[in-house]
């Protein structure tokens, strides 16, 4: 035995060795001395690590006496021992290696338990220190590394039954008051841990499972009461039984002992350990519960005992009421999920286990007639299971808050589920109804019992949280066979479901929203189930409906679509509109009734309309206008005689109409939206159809002209005066007087909407249908003026007068009542005859005036509601944008009939709703300015020369408003004659265009606010095409332009604009746009381009001068680079191209350029050195750009060349230098960025190497220490994108122009160890392998790249590509993507892409492709390597994907082995689809689609033998887009919406393609069609997803033949066969028909 001593935690203490020899010859009389005088007085350490010193002290000065320890354990039994001194005793013999007990482990342990049971028992007594000294001796003792490694070693160590007893008294006394215990918490917690740390130890409670079910109790117990207790003062949370949590808020009234006296950090500590108990108690108690062998005292036990704690501490641990208590006691997400799902496997094994099948039958179930009774020997499981579980979850004392309830009972169903619905079982119909009888007992536990008197739940809203869940799972279950229902059990679960529903409508919570959602589920199951109270559902779900806040109305209009969905797939829609009728014309509850129509409610129903059978949308409007003149009409009529005969007197009789007035409006509405949803009739539509659509007509104008007698008779007389005498009256802004009654207004209302209605349709019925026949006014006697079409210039003027003068009009009314006028506005347009009269000019003017109605429209500027597009909708609120939204929709129709005072009201709304801030309205809403936004960039405005310069005019007026108003202190000929006549001359702007820029004069000082207000208008010029300008605006306002960018300045007070940078900005970047426009050339006539480049380039120069620019390094200055830069560009290709005074233009621009005045200030100014630099590199750039067109424009081109790179040098010199050294003059142009350097480095390089044609060039030795900076400098650190993207292009003409001036010497590098071609190409694969480039930066380096591959293979030599080859090798290599070096694999990757898209020659092109199957290869084994790890998704596995693509692309006709293409098969088939964000699904989806696309398209060939394996991975895309497409409840709304439809836009787009080459697919595409609905039947998928994924599968289905449709309707389960049947049957329906009219005029 080795010799050395350790202490309880097994470290070894340090040996003092004299003192042991001094007391080695000591007498056994002074063993108690000794030891009372170590001045411990009987007290343990209290932590592992605080005494050990003791211990090693009392070793170290005891360790020569062993052998008279050998009866030590004679001291502990003896009662003459005092029992501090026992202690001492017990200690030192454990962490004595010398002092030899046999089996001392068990003997102390024995020791200790017997002294604490004993003094509990009242048998021994000693001191409360002493007490506490033995509790901590056995928790250091458990816990102690020497009992673990005796454990290890086969020794056995057990607790007695007695002291694991005395543990569960302890506690429980903790879950009533830990405050009158005689031990610390904490110590109790951390002795029961020991106790359960190992399995020996422990096996006291393992093996007797009473003993650990009355531990996982009472731990249970006590961590609830931690949780209770833990909650806020101000929290009322109900206390639970007695049985799980004691006396929660009671508080000891002894003073408590000093050891329990415990801080908040004492508190967590406590909380911690305990939970962490929990944890093991749990788990240890699942492990036993595995082993026991009668799963029958398993179920009683847990329903018994603990089911309660179990469930209240579920609820504790997962409910968000209990949040601040997971917060205080610091409980992490991850612990609160580990208990919940202990406690959930606890549950479902111990009370749903496949041996208590059978007993759940015998109770459930009901006996058959003819069979003995139930409950004989052939069951051997406890009595009624679930009539005792549901005794403990309610009905029996004591009871359980109801919000525990509520949340275990669903979660019990579940439980049951998933145990004895989903095992695959012979007699699936009897588990089916098992569960369903599982179903009616949990019902009642919530307080719903299905019974004649009314039900009272504790809580409303949780209860229906329950059943809906309780539903939800029974319908995803799919218990309820309703065919088997009816025939088999009589009705059993329908009868159940309809109760439920009673109580739903007798006790209805609409406020709720889970009542709706109830409501839906069981729609689901079976509409049958709501259709007897549909009129119910009707009445409190929509049409009575109160206004009630966002969750319920989105509850309430799910549920509303869900039964339009459901009536229309049965075809029964005009059943459900015939209830929907009924309920509308009922007495309304309320004096006024919600909106009957809301957004998604309408949009449901547009799409049922259409796709309900054109007859049946035809019969629901019948059935509208029916109810109409059954119940409305003659109600009205009854009311408005009663009134005459009565008077004024009949205040009942108003009630009524209003009343009647309202469902009629809501009727129209209705009637509205349907007949706008409706699929038109056309010649192909049958004549039994067309005739349906006739008689539909022909009734509406009856009822038309019902309703139209019934509205009060004004005198019409003077109708056939003019127009114009009741303009003015026309003009008042449209409010409802308060002389007019309420349903004098709602009936005018819908007459208008009703008159509205019949002339789109009738109109639409005509064009289509050469059958139909629109009626005339005279086959119906009695028709109104409003509804007559035989003239319809006649009914324009009819039509303007009554209404416009009526004061009963409303808004609704004007806007229809403008609607009607445009119909009968296009009709004039369309009868050429009619246009041919005199009159007609004038009756068509005023119609468009009354539709423009310029009074009203002024107010449009300053209206700021938002709008749903619903001319139903209309309101007083809303009116202006849906006259806006008329009048700018219809501007192609009303422009030539409008005057300049009606153009320009037009353009003031126009701009000033620009100007004012756009609102934030949702995606589907309308505003003024987010109309006029439309509006001005549509090709509308453009196709309207009248009303675009008109536009462009006042946007110029107020430009010259702004600079009039500004501060001008000296004389400008241009503002001062705009203010005498209003006149703007572009000579003027000349004259002082020209001035300014010589003499560096400012005519004009901007503020704050009107520079801001410039910025704006600016802004919306930028919006305007240039090409719709003509000449005159074009010439005003580009001089107008110029002008303020050379004369006008921003005061010091307009600082926050960053120095008018960005408002330069912004000016130069509109003429530049300018000088695109199509008649740009006609400025060039006023002004000589060259002066135009010089007064733009001189005023940036005098302003930098002056200061006026701060920074080079911040945005706006950046953006007015690089719009100066395209400015020059622009107008000089434009120069060029025009052919006109070139040389003459160009060499005055360049000799400008390189004036001494402009380079004298550039050494001292950075700014005006960049603006030199890009002027010159510009100017540079585009005229090398021209070389070549012909050889007297080469020959000017080559002499301005060779003037501006000559002026370029010394200034990129001058830059050079100042980076390098640090002269005091030469700071200022540090500040430089090094992109604008290398870009301008660049062009000089280009333009020199065009216009010289020696062999050296002038800068060589310049070009030579660049680019050996520039590889030194790419990839040593994190750079900027710009800088590397115009390194890169540096490198590419530093490699062209070595190659053309070196010749030779350059390219023979095959005996060189290092050349050029070598280091540029080891440096490019450092960059695209560094570790701060990011995935997008990659991406944004890839073109560069390329272009620099193609310059450097153009002309490779074998050598060259050997090297090139070797690098790609070397790079695609999995240990390196093993050992995390992802980028140097994918760099290569990369490289090996962009190669194969360049040109090489002949020869290294053969060699290229022969080495193309190895690097497809070595791709597709990187590919299923990186695919095992999901965080390499994005950044790794789409990349390579995307690289085979190329290869296939790049490799049609050249890879001719259909293995490889096999090989890339298979590597898609691994790409992670699943657990992944929207946006790296989206980059990986993406990357198969593609790559499936590259086969499909370039190796056709392959697809005969590998057609399998391309449908298995596009299968997988097609399964990944259902799963992630599906609808996930409230939540399917947002951003990442978008990414899933383009994805289901892709599949579509392949369907499409794999039905072009039918021939590799036709024996394959019922397999195709079969994997399509088997995928279907799983999910329910969202209808934009869906729409897609449908019109692809379509096209598969156009190769099936008939014998396919019967193999698989016979071959496929049930319930995928019905998703198979309702997708044929509208495939027959939709698709079918188009595709055979199609082949008619196929040849």
């Known amino acids: 035995m080795s010799r050395a001593r350790r202490d309880l935690c097994g470290r070894e203490p340090t040996r003092q060795t004299g003192e042991g020899d001094r007391l080695a010859g000591r007498p056994k009389s002074l063993i108690r001395t000794l030891v009372a005088s170590d001045g411990c007085q009987g007290s343990l350490p209290s932590t592992r690590t605080g005494g050990v010193e003791v211990w090693v002290r009392e070793a170290a000065t005891s360790a020569t006496m062993a052998a008279i320890y050998s009866g030590i354990h004679l001291k502990l039994k003896s009662p003459h021992t005092p029992w501090e001194d026992k202690l001492k005793l017990a200690r030192f013999a454990w962490i004595s290696c010398q002092c030899l007990l046999p089996n001392k482990e068990q003997v102390l342990l024995d020791w200790c338990t017997y002294a604490l049971t004993g003094w509990y028992n009242k048998k021994v007594q000693f001191s409360q220190n002493v007490l506490e000294g033995l509790w901590r001796y056995l928790d250091d003792f458990l816990h102690s590394r020497k009992l673990q490694i005796a454990l290890k070693q086969g020794k056995t160590v057990s607790v007695r039954l007695n002291m694991a007893q005395l543990l569960l008294d302890l506690l429980e006394e903790c879950a009533g008051d830990s405050t009158r215990l005689s031990v610390g918490v904490s110590t109790l917690l951390s002795v029961c841990q020991g106790v359960l740390s190992s399995p020996a130890v422990s096996s006291i409670f393992t093996t007797k499972y009473d003993l650990m079910v009355s531990l996982s109790v009472k731990v249970c117990s006590f961590a609830c009461r931690q949780l209770q207790q833990a909650l806020p003062a101000g929290s009322h949370q109900p206390d639970f039984t007695a049985d799980t949590v004691r006396d929660l808020d009671s508080q000891s009234d002894g003073k408590p002992k000093p050891e ?264 689901g199951l079976n509409h049958l189930i709501l259709e007897p109270d549909l009129d119910e559902l009707l009445s409190s779900a929509w049409v009575d409906a109160e206004c009630m806040e966002v969750r319920v109305q989105r509850a309430r209009q799910l549920m509303l679509c869900s039964v339009l969905q459901t009536y229309t797939k049965l075809r029964q829609l005009p059943f459900f509109f015939s209830e929907l009728l009924s309920v509308i014309c009922r007495p309304s509850l309320d004096n006024l009734r919600p909106p009957l129509l809301c957004d998604d409610v309408s949009a449901s129903l547009t799409t ?598 000559s002026s370029l040098g010394p200034h990129v010199e001058l830059v050079l230098k100042a980076r390098n050294i640090s002269e005091p003059g030469l700071q200022p142009v540090c500040i430089l960025s090094p992109a604008f350097v290398v870009d301008t480095v660049t062009t000089m390089l280009w333009c020199e190497l065009s216009s010289n044609n020696r062999k050296t060039l002038k800068h060589n030795p310049l070009y030579q220490s660049f680019s050996q900076q520039i590889l030194k400098e790419m990839n040593s650190a994190a750079r900027p994108v710009d800088f590397l993207v115009s390194s890169l292009n540096f490198l590419s003409a530093f490699y062209k122009t070595a190659v053309k001036t070196g010749g030779k010497e350059v390219q023979d590098e095959d005996k060189r160890e290092s050349g050029m071609f070598r280091q540029i190409i080891r440096n490019v694969h450092r960059l695209l392998s560094a570790p701060w480039l990011s995935p997008s930066e990659t991406c944004e380096l890839e073109p560069a790249v390329q272009d620099l591959l193609r310059h450097l293979v153009e002309n490779i030599t074998s050598y060259q590509l050997s090297l090139l080859l070797l690098m790609i090798r070397d790079g695609l290599d999995t240990c390196k993507l093993w050992a995390g070096n992802y980028k140097e694999v994918l760099a290569a990757i990369t490289i090996a892409k962009l190669l194969f898209c360049c040109q090489l020659p002949d020869h290294s092109s053969r060699a290229l492709w022969l080495f193309a199957p190895q690097i497809l290869s070595a791709m597709v084994f990187l590919v299923r390597s990186s695919s095992q790890d999901l965080s390499l998704t994005l950044t790794f596995t789409t990349p390579t994907v995307t690289a085979m693509v190329t290869l296939l692309r790049q490799g049609e006709g050249l890879i001719d082995n259909p293995h490889h293409v096999a090989l890339v098969l298979g590597a898609l088939q691994v790409v992670p689809l699943e ?60 951003g990442d919406s978008e990414v899933y439809l383009q994805c289901s836009r892709l599949v579509e787009r392949m369907y499409s393609h794999i039905a072009a080459i039918s021939e590799s697919f036709t024996t394959l595409s019922a397999f195709m069609v079969a994997q399509y609905v088997t995928e279907l039947q799983k999910v329910t998928l969202r209808p934009e997803i869906k729409l897609h994924l449908t019109e692809g599968i379509y096209q598969i289905l156009d190769l099936c033949i008939e014998q396919d449709i019967k193999f698989l309707t016979a071959g496929l389960p049930s319930g995928v066969r019905e998703v198979l049947n309702e997708l044929y049957s509208s495939y027959t329906h939709y698709h079918k028909t188009q595709r055979q009219g199609e082949d008619k005029y196929t040849v």
């Open 260 to 523: 329990l006296e415990e801080n908040k950090p004492k508190e967590n500590n406590l909380s911690a350990h305990l939970f962490e108990l929990l944890l093991q108690v749990l788990t240890s108690y699942l492990s036993v519960q595995r082993q026991q062998a009668n799963p029958n005292r398993v179920l009683t036990l847990v329903t018994n005992q603990m089911i309660q704690p179990l469930v209240v501490l579920r609820h504790m641990v997962t409910s968000a009421e209990y949040a601040h208590s997971h917060t205080h006691l610091r409980l992490s997400q991850q612990l609160c999920r580990d208990v919940r799902v202990k406690i959930d496997s606890i549950l479902q094994l111990s009370l749903f286990s496949a041996e208590h099948l059978a007993s759940y039958k015998e109770e459930l179930l009901p006996s058959k007639e003819g069979t003995r009774k139930r409950g004989t020997a052939e069951t051997k499981g406890p009595p009624r299971p679930a009539n005792a579980l549901l005794c403990k979850l309610g009905s029996c004392e004591p009871l359980l808050i109801y919000s525990v309830r509520s949340n275990t009972i669903p979660l019990l169903y579940k439980f049951f589920l998933e145990s004895y619905r989903k095992a695959r079982v012979e007699n699936e119909e009897e588990q089916a109804m098992l569960c369903f009888y599982f179903l009616t007992r949990l019902v009642p536990a919530l307080d719903l019992c299905p019974s004649s008197s009314p039900c009272s739940p504790e809580s409303w809203s949780l209860a229906l949280l329950a059943v809906e869940s309780l539903l939800s799972q029974a319908l995803c279950a799919d218990i309820y066979n309703v065919t088997a229902d009816r025939i088999r059990h009589a009705g059993v679960q329908f009868n159940f479901y309809r109760s439920l529903v009673r109580i739903f409508f007798n006790q209805a919570q609409p406020s709720i929203p889970a009542w709706y959602r109830c409501l839906k589920v069981l729609l």
């Open 1475 to 1534: 657990h992944l964000s929207p946006s790296v699904y989206q980059s990986a989806f993406l990357a198969v689609h593609e790559a499936l696309f590259a086969i499909i398209q370039c190796h056709t060939q392959v697809m005969l033998n590998t057609a399998p394996s391309f449908l298995n991975v596009f299968y997988r895309l097609v399964s990944s887009i259902m799963q992630e497409g599906r609808q996930r409840g409230d939540g399917d709304a947002g």
């Open 608 to 1205: 049922s309309v259409l796709d309900t059978p054109p007859s049946q949308g035809l019969e629901i409007c019948s059935l509208v206008l029916d109810r109409m003149k059954k119940y409305i009409i003659p109600n009205l009529l009854k009311e408005v005689q009663q009134a005459e005969i009565d008077g004024d007197n009949s205040k009942g009789g108003d009630q009524e109409k209003e009343d009647a007035s309202l469902k009629l409006f809501s009727l129209s509405q209705l009637l509205h939206v349907v007949l706008f949803s409706l699929k038109t009739i056309d010649d192909a539509s049958p004549r039994p159809l067309v005739r349906q659509a006739q008689s539909l007509m022909e009734e509406m104008q009856q009822v038309l002209s019902s309703l139209q007698r019934l509205l009060p008779t004004e005198k019409t007389t003077t109708a056939t005066s003019s127009v114009q005498k009741k303009k003015k009256k026309k003009k008042a802004s449209p409010k409802t007087s308060k002389t007019v009654s309420l349903w004098e207004q709602k009936t005018q209302e819908a007459v208008l909407l009703l008159s509205y209605t019949w002339g789109e349709v009738d109109t639409l019925f005509h064009l289509h249908c050469s059958k139909y026949t629109s009626f005339d006014s005279t086959e119906i006697p009695g028709k109104s003026e409003i509804l007559s079409d035989a003239s319809a210039l006649t009914n324009i003027e009819n039509l303007l007068h009554p209404f416009a003068a009526s004061p009963s009009c409303s808004p609704f009314s004007f806007v229809h009542l403008k609607l009607r006028t445009l119909q009968y506005f296009k009709k004039v347009l369309f009868d050429s005859a009619s246009l041919m009269e005199s009159s007609t000019a004038e009756s068509l003017n005023s119609a468009a005036r009354f539709i423009i109605a310029r009074d009203e429209l002024y107010a449009c500027s300053e209206d700021d509601h938002a709008w749903d597009g619903q001319m139903s909708s209309v309101d007083s609120s809303t009116y202006r944008v849906a006259h806006w939204y008329i009048v700018t929709t219809n501007l192609p129709l009303l422009t030539a009939f409008l005057n300049q005072e009606d153009m320009r009201c037009i353009v003031d709304i126009l701009v000033c709703s620009l100007l004012r801030k756009q609102s934030n309205e949702g995606k589907d809403q309308l505003s003024i300015s987010h109309i006029s936004s439309e509006l001005l960039q549509s090709s509308i405005l453009v196709e309207l020369p009248s009303l675009f310069s008109a536009t462009v005019g006042s946007l110029t007026q107020r430009i010259m408003g702004v600079l009039t108003a500004a501060d001008v202190p000296k004389i400008c000929q241009t503002l001062e004659k705009y203010r005498e006549a209003g006149e703007l001359r572009p000579s003027l702007l000349v004259e002082d265009i020209k001035m300014s820029s010589q003499s560096g004069q400012v005519f004009v000082f901007l503020s704050y606010a009107q520079t801001k207000e410039l910025i704006d208008l600016l802004q919306i010029l930028s919006s305007l095409n240039p090409d719709g300008l003509n000449s005159e605006d074009l010439s005003s306002l580009f001089l107008l332009l110029t002008f303020i960018l050379t004369s006008a300045s921003c005061q010091s007070e307009a600082s926050d604009l960053g120095d008018c940078t960005g408002f330069l900005g912004k000016l130069l970047r509109m003429l530049a746009c300018l000088v695109e426009g199509r008649n740009f050339q006609s400025v060039l006539k006023i002004i000589y381009g060259s002066t135009l480049l010089q007064a733009v380039v001189s005023s940036l120069f005098w302003r930098s001068r002056k200061g006026q620019f701060s920074s080079t390094s911040n945005s706006d200055w950046l953006e007015l680079m690089a719009a100066m830069q395209d400015f020059i560009t622009f107008l000089v290709q434009l120069i060029i191209v025009r052919n006109s005074s070139v040389r003459l233009n160009l060499d005055s621009f360049a000799s400008f350029l390189i004036s001494k005045e402009n380079t004298s200030n550039t050494r001292v100014s950075g700014m005006s050195l960049q603006l030199l630099l890009g002027s010159l590199a510009s100017f540079s750039k585009v005229m090398n750009s021209n070389m070549g067109r012909n050889k007297q424009l080469d020959d000017t081109l080559t002499q301005l060349l060779t003037k501006s790179t």
